[in-house]
């Protein structure tokens, strides 16, 4: 580990809080994502966006659009940020992997950066567990940073994290067995603007339940 401390992903997240939302504020493959999103959906249609960070773009666009968001978050700091920020939508703190949500209910979910501090095996639980809250004919807009890595300790912005992902073919294969069916597919090279931040490779899919 040379030196590092990773923290849990509420940790982190608390204390990157809007800093993060500057930092992504460029990334024009997940504002390409929400417009797609935006076409695809219903007046009115019900959203869960996971890992929401503060709000903003994903849930405030979507709410912008007359869409009805349900934002779930493990950063306490995320969630006051995102409350805030986009009083039109509903934030709960929670572990994802451990909320107990109806099943069929959403029209679409977004899952923008946040399966990437799970654990590999954990990422198929999840992606399975989205494809049962979705309606049939529902999207999943899903985001990572495609490298074939496993809990690997990395710095991310400053914090120190422990990051798991697959490469791009193994991505797709996950989504694939989680019974997805991949409809879009988008990939660039992304510089967070944060003087500590690296040029990273961004992979966005919708995918529709089989
Ligand atoms: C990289 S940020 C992305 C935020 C937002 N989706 C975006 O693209 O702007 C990842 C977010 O997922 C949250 N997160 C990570 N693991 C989570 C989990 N197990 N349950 C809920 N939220 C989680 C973090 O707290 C953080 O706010």
């Known amino acids: ?50 890992g929401s960070g503060t709000g903003r773009p994903t849930a405030s666009t979507l709410t912008g659009a007359g869409h009805d968001v349900l934002g779930v978050d493990v950063s306490p700091v995320m969630v006051e940020l995102a409350t805030r920020q986009v009083p039109d939508a509903s934030f709960v703190c929670a572990d994802i992997r451990e909320l107990d949500l109806e099943e ?59 990051v798991s992902s697959f490469d791009p073919d193994g991505f797709l294969a996950t989504v694939t067995a989680a019974g997805f069916s991949v409809l879009w597919e988008h990939s660039e090279l992304f510089t967070p603007a944060h003087g500590a931040a690296v040029p990273e490779p961004e992979l966005f899919l919708h995918c529709c339940p089989d």
Request: proline share 6%.
């Open 1 to 50: 580990m040379d030196g590092l401390r990773p923290r849990p992903a509420a940790a982190v997240f608390d204390a990157l809080g809007a800093e993060y939302e500057r930092a992504f504020a460029g990334s024009a493959g997940r504002l390409a994502s929400l417009r797609r999103l935006l076409d695809a959906l219903a007046p009115h249609s019900r959203v869960l966006d996971v």
């Open 104 to 162: 069929g209910k959403f029209d679409a979910v977004c899952a923008y950066f946040s399966l990437l501090q799970m654990g590999r095996d954990d990422q198929l639980r999840l992606l399975r567990k989205l494809r049962r809250l979705l309606v049939p004919g529902g999207v999943l807009a899903v985001a990572t940073v495609p490298l074939d890595v496993e809990d690997v300790p990395v710095v991310f912005m400053g914090q120190e994290m422990r």
